[in-house]
């Protein structure tokens, strides 16, 4: 069992920089493709960013990509989400999911999820 826990979150302005954590157990943490997803009031969770388990290889959605940064540190069990440049639709909860095998960008492949972090982006 993997366990994921999100930090990071809260209230920005629009044009603002937020960075999340998500911290996992377990000591196979490497062997572990990791992602980013958002969820909006009323709408889909949706794919943000994912990394492989080496974190040479990341993925990213359209939306965020040049303003966003997926990271990891396997030495402490840690992936990242640099966010900058943010905006108002950028305002979501965002979760951290964990799967075994490649970074992929589909929500339904992973098996491991956080409870999530609120990011609101006032304009």
Known sequence: QVQLVESGGGLVQAGGSLRLSCAASGRTF???AMGWFRQAPGKERDFVAAISGSGSSTIYADSVRGRFTISRDNAKNTVYLQMNTLKPEDTAVYYCAGRQGAA????RSYDYWGRGTQITVSS
Do not use: G, I
């Open 104 to 107: 992929f960008y589909q929500a």
């Open 30 to 32: 490497s062997s572990y």
